[in-house]
Nanobody, 125 residues
Framework: QVQLVESGGGLVQAGGSLRLSCAVSGRTFNRYGWGWFRQAPGKEREFVAAISWPGGSTYYADSVKGRFTISRDNAKNTVYLQMNSLKPEDTAVYYC??????????????????WGQGTQVTVSS
């Protein structure tokens, strides 16, 4: 059974950077795309970024485009989210997730079948 474990969250000042990691267990890592979502208190879970399979195309929410970068390391079964120029409005719990198939838009939470437990990111002003 596949498991996703996020790490790398923490407290950072506005303008700073963090790199989130999502370690994936199991043998199917290379055959799926991967996504990152976030959820702030009182708000719905929202799409942040995704990397597709096959092809490795990347997708970003408008709010993070140009600041965040998603990548994957197939040798390490790990997905990364590099977050630069962080803003207080980026404060949320960040989740990585695996979609149910390759035939998805990657932007909808309902398209994802497996989720990690989340890691807290707090950006102070």
């Amino acid at each position: 059974q596949v498991q996703l474990v996020e790490s790398g969250g923490g407290l950072v000042q506005a303008g700073g950077s963090l790199r989130l990691s999502c370690a994936v267990s199991g043998r199917t890592f290379n055959r799926y795309g991967w996504g990152w979502f976030r959820q702030a208190p009182g708000k719905e879970r929202e799409f942040v970024a995704a990397i597709s399979w096959p092809g490795g195309s990347t997708y970003y929410a408008d709010s993070v485009k140009g600041r965040f970068t998603i990548s994957r390391d197939n040798a390490k079964n790990t997905v990364y989210l590099q977050m630069n120029s962080l803003k207080p409005e980026d404060t949320a719990v960040y989740y990585c997730a695996r979609p149910s198939s390759q035939f998805v838009t990657y932007r909808g939470a309902s398209e994802y079948a497996v989720w990690g437990q989340g890691t807290q990111v707090t950006v102070s002003s």
